[in-house]
Nanobody, 128 residues
Framework: QVQLRQSGGGSVQAGGSLRLSCAVSGRRLREIDMAWFRQAPGKEREFVAYFADYGGVTHYSDSVKDRFTVSIDKDQNAFFLQTSNLKPEDTAMYYC?????????????????????WGQGSLVTVSS
């Protein structure tokens, strides 16, 4: 069983940066698909970023590409979402998620229904 514990988030002005963390227990990072999704009030959950240590595969949504970066720390067994140049439309609850047995790098990385484990969420609020 994989457990995800999130930290980070907060309030920032437009143009600012925040770092979200997701500590993983139960599996090593190399054994899981890792991703970030977000959900703004009144909107559906949307894909933000994907990473698979197995193969070093990374994907970003067009809305965050070149502004957000996924990284990992194998010693901490954690993965991170570094955000920069934040915009008010980035305001949302951000969730880290994982799936055991890396398979989504082949396809489906943006589908929230394919992930098995979810963090508790971190609120990011960007003011203009």
């Amino acid at each position: 069983q994989v457990q995800l514990r999130q930290s980070g988030g907060g309030s920032v002005q437009a143009g600012g940066s925040l770092r979200l963390s997701c500590a993983v227990s139960g599996r090593r990072l190399r054994e899981i698909d890792m991703a970030w999704f977000r959900q703004a009030p009144g909107k559906e959950r949307e894909f933000v970023a994907y990473f698979a240590d197995y193969g070093g595969v990374t994907h970003y949504s067009d809305s965050v590409k070149d502004r957000f970066t996924v990284s990992i720390d194998k010693d901490q067994n954690a993965f991170f979402l570094q955000t920069s140049n934040l915009k008010p439309e980035d305001t949302a609850m951000y969730y880290c998620t994982a799936k055991a047995d890396v398979t989504l790098w082949l396809g489906g990385w943006a589908r929230s229904d394919l992930y098995e484990f979810w963090g508790q969420g971190s609120l990011v609020t960007v003011s203009s």
